[in-house]
Protein backbone atom coordinates (compact mmCIF):
# COMPACT_ATOMS: atom_id res chain seq x y z
CA UNK A 1 0.00 0.00 0.00
CA UNK A 2 1.50 3.38 -0.93
CA UNK A 3 0.19 6.19 1.66
CA UNK A 4 -2.48 8.11 0.35
CA UNK A 5 -3.48 5.33 -2.45
CA UNK A 6 -4.95 3.31 0.19
CA UNK A 7 -8.08 5.36 -0.44
CA UNK A 8 -8.77 7.99 -2.88
CA UNK A 9 -8.71 11.32 -1.27
CA UNK A 10 -8.04 9.99 1.98
CA UNK A 11 -4.66 12.00 2.42
CA UNK A 12 -6.16 15.22 0.95
CA UNK A 13 -8.86 14.58 4.15
CA UNK A 14 -6.06 14.12 6.43
CA UNK A 15 -3.89 17.39 5.41
CA UNK A 16 -7.33 19.22 5.59
CA UNK A 17 -7.96 18.03 9.12
CA UNK A 18 -4.16 18.43 9.81
CA UNK A 19 -4.75 22.47 8.72
CA UNK A 20 -7.61 22.79 10.18
CA UNK A 21 -6.48 21.25 13.64
CA UNK A 22 -4.15 23.76 13.59
CA UNK A 23 -5.48 26.77 13.11
CA UNK A 24 -7.76 25.73 15.72
CA UNK A 25 -5.87 25.61 18.55
CA UNK A 26 -3.64 28.24 17.56
CA UNK A 27 -6.56 31.34 17.28
CA UNK A 28 -7.94 29.56 20.31
CA UNK A 29 -5.06 29.91 22.26
CA UNK A 30 -4.57 33.20 21.09
CA UNK A 31 -7.59 33.72 21.96
CA UNK A 32 -6.59 33.47 25.38
CA UNK A 33 -4.06 35.26 26.19
CA UNK A 34 -1.13 33.18 24.57
CA UNK A 35 1.46 34.86 22.77
CA UNK A 36 1.90 31.96 19.85
CA UNK A 37 4.44 31.62 17.55
CA UNK A 38 5.30 30.33 14.16
CA UNK A 39 3.28 29.65 11.10
CA UNK A 40 -0.82 29.27 11.67
CA UNK A 41 -0.46 26.51 9.08
CA UNK A 42 2.23 24.42 10.57
CA UNK A 43 0.98 21.78 13.22
CA UNK A 44 3.26 22.78 15.63
CA UNK A 45 1.81 25.15 17.83
CA UNK A 46 4.60 27.03 19.82
CA UNK A 47 3.54 28.84 23.04
CA UNK A 48 6.02 31.06 24.27
CA UNK A 49 6.86 30.75 27.97
CA UNK A 50 9.96 33.27 27.88
CA UNK A 51 11.33 32.02 31.48
CA UNK A 52 13.39 28.97 31.53
CA UNK A 53 12.19 28.33 34.98
CA UNK A 54 8.87 27.48 33.94
CA UNK A 55 9.47 24.96 30.96
CA UNK A 56 9.34 22.25 33.31
CA UNK A 57 6.74 23.48 35.70
CA UNK A 58 4.64 23.71 32.77
CA UNK A 59 5.18 20.36 30.61
CA UNK A 60 4.70 18.77 34.52
CA UNK A 61 1.24 20.53 35.07
CA UNK A 62 0.14 19.65 31.60
CA UNK A 63 1.02 15.86 31.98
CA UNK A 64 -1.00 15.83 35.27
CA UNK A 65 -4.17 17.34 33.20
CA UNK A 66 -3.38 14.44 30.20
CA UNK A 67 -1.72 16.81 27.86
CA UNK A 68 1.29 15.90 26.25
CA UNK A 69 3.39 18.54 25.98
CA UNK A 70 7.15 19.24 24.77
CA UNK A 71 9.48 22.29 26.55
CA UNK A 72 11.97 23.92 24.74
CA UNK A 73 14.69 25.91 26.31
CA UNK A 74 18.59 26.99 26.17
CA UNK A 75 20.41 25.81 23.96
CA UNK A 76 17.89 24.99 21.38
CA UNK A 77 15.96 28.76 21.85
CA UNK A 78 17.34 32.21 23.06
CA UNK A 79 17.05 32.36 26.39
CA UNK A 80 14.21 34.67 26.55
CA UNK A 81 12.61 33.15 24.31
CA UNK A 82 11.71 29.50 25.79
CA UNK A 83 8.56 27.88 24.98
CA UNK A 84 6.27 24.84 25.59
CA UNK A 85 5.47 22.92 21.89
CA UNK A 86 2.42 21.21 21.60
CA UNK A 87 2.12 18.71 17.95
CA UNK A 88 -0.99 18.49 16.16
CA UNK A 89 -2.26 15.64 13.97
CA UNK A 90 -5.61 15.09 12.00
CA UNK A 91 -5.89 11.87 14.05
CA UNK A 92 -7.30 14.55 17.24
CA UNK A 93 -10.76 15.44 17.78
CA UNK A 94 -12.09 19.08 18.78
CA UNK A 95 -12.67 17.51 22.26
CA UNK A 96 -9.03 16.77 22.49
CA UNK A 97 -7.88 20.28 21.16
CA UNK A 98 -10.58 21.49 23.30
CA UNK A 99 -8.66 19.73 26.57
CA UNK A 100 -5.81 20.96 25.75
CA UNK A 101 -6.89 24.44 25.52
CA UNK A 102 -8.69 24.26 28.66
CA UNK A 103 -5.60 23.06 30.34
CA UNK A 104 -3.29 25.16 28.94
CA UNK A 105 -5.48 27.98 30.39
CA UNK A 106 -5.59 26.75 34.21
CA UNK A 107 -1.64 25.87 33.90
CA UNK A 108 -1.13 29.48 32.09
CA UNK A 109 -3.25 31.15 34.91
CA UNK A 110 -1.04 29.41 37.67
CA UNK A 111 2.02 30.58 36.29
CA UNK A 112 1.79 33.56 34.98
CA UNK A 113 2.05 33.14 31.13
CA UNK A 114 -0.84 34.99 29.71
CA UNK A 115 1.12 37.91 28.29
CA UNK A 116 -0.81 38.92 24.94
CA UNK A 117 -3.15 41.93 25.29
CA UNK A 118 -5.36 41.11 22.60
Not at 12 to 29: F, G, P, V
Request: hydrophobic residues 40%; proline residues 4%.
Amino acid sequence: IILGQDCPGEGQRRMRRLLANSRYLRRMLKQRGFIIAGDDDSPVVPLMLYSPAKIAAFVRLMTRHGVATVGVGFPATRLSESRARFCCSAAHTKDMLDKTIDASCQVGDFLGLKYSRI
